[in-house]
């Protein structure tokens, strides 16, 4: 990956977030969030979130977890390109899932803000379910 790699707050809060879901660290991942921060990973409605209106608070961050992240046997995370404006981190790549013993590549745009303190108040995953499908193969 070439690309610039200040120590911006949400790049680093982005960068703390893949490799602690990578790792399958859930007490370090849901630490790096605020109290009242927002995950909607896909953006809109989907099975993971059927109204599509993200996931609210700590606690709703920690089910999320435990219905996708740690459903995985692993997770990579392919970024091409990263790029900060304000505190906010945009990342476009590619998340490669394996989940029984199959693997799914979800392309997207994956934008963390953060608060003052660095924590991450919102994390928003633009990808499309169906075209993610579209890769499954065997492991």
Not at 56 to 74: K, N, P, Q, V
Not at 92 to 113: K, L, N
Request: negative net charge; contains cysteine; glycine residues 8%.
């Amino acid at each position: 990956m070439d690309m610039t790699t200040t120590d911006h707050p949400a790049r680093l809060a982005g960068q703390a977030s893949r490799e602690a879901a990578s790792g399958r660290r859930k007490d370090e991942w849901l630490a790096l969030f605020a109290e009242d921060a927002c995950v909607e990973d896909p953006v809109g409605p989907s099975g993971f979130d059927p109204e599509g209106k993200g996931h609210h608070g700590l606690d709703a961050i920690s089910r999320f977890y435990d219905m996708t992240i740690a459903t995985t046997e692993s997770l990579e995370f392919l970024i091409t390109d990263s790029l900060v404006c304000g505190n906010e981190n945009v990342n476009i790549g590619t998340i490669r899932s394996t989940v029984a013993g199959s693997q799914i590549d979800a392309e997207g745009v994956f934008i963390y803000r953060v608060n003052e303190d660095g924590k991450i108040t919102s994390l928003r995953a633009f990808w499309e379910v169906d075209r993610a499908m579209k890769t499954l193969r065997k492991a």
